[in-house]
């Protein structure tokens, strides 16, 4: 029988919607492995472009390179801050921008843009799409994860090709994300780079248009 979403669901949805965080201070604790199959198989109900399918999931096992990872994010969150504006500087520095050394699950996330699944349609028109189709699986898995009490950290302070070669993965394999997954340190409903004054939400009636 097909499902009804009635008002109390969307309701609990808006909820988790507004409760998904972006986080970057994790419990150090495990993830049952059944969680994280679990969550890895709901993100593949995401869409994708001609149903291509393109994530590549890299689940990170070696201490040595997830401190490769965390170090090389580092030294770019470094170099990144030598040219912020200066009146932003100082703020940027006391950012934290990766959970990679306590999250007790990373993965990277990877785009194959050459896969012919899907007999390659959409892809000669906007072969960009399946760039997309992978952003959508790792928000899938974000509201997912966040559904079961787990907090995602999404790191992109990383030059692709390191981490390309690091993971030795194939040539055609694009990167998308770093993930950070664990229990959140303490959930919080207003994102942390406003709770630090960094950047608030904006209204969304300013991102609307007419023509
Ligand atoms: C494509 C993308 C890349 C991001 N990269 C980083 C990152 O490298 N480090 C970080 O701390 N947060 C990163 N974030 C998280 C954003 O900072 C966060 O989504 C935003 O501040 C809003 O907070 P919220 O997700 O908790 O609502 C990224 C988010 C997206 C969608």
């Known amino acids: 029988m097909t499902p009804q979403f009635g008002p109390e669901f969307q309701r609990d949805l808006a909820e988790l919607l507004a409760w998904r965080r972006d986080v970057r201070h994790f419990r150090s604790d495990p993830l ?29 096992r070696s201490a040595q390179q997830r401190e490769a990872l965390a170090a090389h994010a ?26 990679m050394r306590e999250a007790p699950e990373l993965i990277a996330v990877f785009c194959d843009d050459e896969t012919p699944i899907g007999g390659r349609l959409g892809a000669a028109t ?15 898995l974000w509201l ?39 229990h959140p340190l303490e959930p919080d409903h207003v994102p942390e780079l406003e709770r630090r004054g960094w950047q608030a939400r904006l209204d969304w009636r300013a991102q609307v248009s007419e023509r």
């Not at 198989?41 to 994530?55: M, Y």
């Not at 997309?132 to 928000?139: G, K, P, Q, R, T």
Request: hydrophobic share 50%; with cysteine.
């Open 144 to 182: 997912a994860a966040r559904a079961r009490g787990l907090g995602l950290g999404w790191v992109s302070v990383v030059e692709p090709g390191y981490v390309s070669t690091l993971l030795d993965v194939p040539q055609d394999w694009r990167l998308i994300a770093l993930l950070c997954l664990g």
């Open 74 to 99: 580092d030294a770019e969150i470094a170099r990144a801050g030598a040219v912020m504006a200066e009146d932003r500087r100082s703020a940027y520095a006391a950012l934290k921008l990766h959970g």
């Open 126 to 140: 906007m072969p960009e799409t399946r760039g997309f189709s992978v952003v959508l699986a790792i928000h899938t």
């Open 32 to 60: 049952e492995e059944g969680v994280v199959a679990e969550l890895l198989e709901t993100a593949q109900l995401a869409p994708s472009v001609g149903n291509s399918q393109p994530w590549r999931f890299v689940r990170i």
